[in-house]
C-alpha cells in the first residue's frame, strides 16, 4: 500500500538553528501538508501545497516557515531560527485531488525536540 | 471556539465491551468528516470517511455514523490491539483547500 514517508523521525536541534523535516508524499498524489501535533496536544494544520505554491496556510506558519517541493519527489519543512515551541511531532501528508472529502494519509511524523 | 469536540477524552473498555466514541461538530458546510486511529509517537492513520448524514461506514469492529451535528464511532466486541486514540476531523466547505480540523481525540484502552 502506498505511503507517505518522513525523514528523520526524531532529530534535536539547538534553539535558533535550522532545521529541515523531508517527506516524500504518495507518488501520484497532487495535494501536499504539514501538520505539527506538541506533546499531548490536537493535530493542527501548518500549510498546504499545490501546484508548486502554498495554497493555504494558518497562523502557525509564519516567517519562520517555509515549504518546497525540490524535486518531483521530495516535499520540504524548513524552520529558519527554531524556537522551544517548536518542539513537536510534525506530520507530512498527501491527498490525491481537490474533489469532495478528498482522504488526506499521514507519514509516521518526525519528532523535533529544540534545546 | 472549538469546531470539533470529542468525548470522553478517556475510555477504559473489558474486552469484548463494546461503546461508542463522540464526535461533534460545528461548520458552516461540511465537506467529510474523518476518523483516524493514532498509536502511540506514530502518525494519524486513516479509517473512516463519511460525507452527508445517514451515512454508515463499517470496518472489522468499527462503525462509523454521522448525523448533522455529530458522528460515532462505534467498537463492538474490542480487543485489546484497537487500543489507540481515535482522532476526528472534518473539512469545510470554503475552505481553499481540504485541510482538516481535529479534535482532540479519544484515548481508548481495551483490557484483556
Known amino acids: 500500500e502506498p505511503e507517505v514517508t518522513q525523514t528523520p523521525s526524531h532529530q534535536v536541534t539547538q534553539m535558533g538553528q535550522e532545521v529541515i523535516l523531508r517527506c516524500v508524499p504518495i507518488?501520484?498524489?497532487?495535494?501536499f501538508y504539514w501538520y505539527r501535533q506538541i506533546l499531548g496536544q490536537k493535530v493542527e494544520f501548518l500549510v498546504s501545497?499545490?501546484?508548486?505554491?502554498?495554497?493555504?496556510k494558518s497562523e502557525i506558519f509564519d516567517d519562520q516557515f517555509s515549504v518546497e517541493r525540490p524535486d518531483g519527489s521530495n516535499f520540504t519543512l524548513k524552520i529558519r531560527s527554531t524556537k522551544l515551541e517548536d518542539s513537536a511531532m510534525y506530520f507530512c501528508?498527501?491527498?490525491?485531488?481537490?474533489?469532495?472529502?478528498?482522504?488526506?494519509?499521514f507519514g509516521e511524523g518526525s519528532w523535533l525536540t529544540v534545546v | 471556539e472549538d469546531q470539533v469536540t470529542q468525548s470522553p477524552e478517556a475510555l477504559r473498555l473489558q474486552e469484548g465491551e463494546s461503546s461508542s466514541l463522540n464526535c461533534s461538530y460545528t461548520?458552516?458546510?461540511?465537506?467529510?468528516l474523518f476518523w483516524y486511529r493514532q498509536d502511540p509517537g506514530k502518525g494519524p492513520e486513516f479509517l473512516f470517511t463519511l460525507y452527508s448524514a445517514g451515512e454508515e461506514k463499517e470496518k472489522e469492529r468499527l462503525k462509523a455514523t454521522l448525523t448533522k451535528k455529530e458522528s460515532f464511532l462505534h467498537i463492538t466486541a474490542p480487543k485489546p490491539e484497537d487500543s489507540a486514540t481515535y482522532l476526528c476531523?472534518?473539512?469545510?466547505?470554503?475552505?481553499?483547500?481540504?485541510?482538516?480540523?481535529f479534535g482532540t481525540g479519544t484515548l481508548l484502552a481495551v483490557q484483556p
Open positions: 501545497f499545490y501546484n508548486n505554491e502554498i495554497s493555504e
Open positions: 501528508a498527501s491527498s490525491g485531488g481537490s474533489g469532495l472529502g478528498n482522504t488526506i494519509y
Open positions: 507518488s501520484n498524489h497532487l495535494y
Open positions: 461548520v458552516s458546510g461540511l465537506r467529510g
Open positions: 476531523a472534518v473539512q469545510e466547505y470554503g475552505g481553499a483547500t481540504n485541510k482538516l480540523i
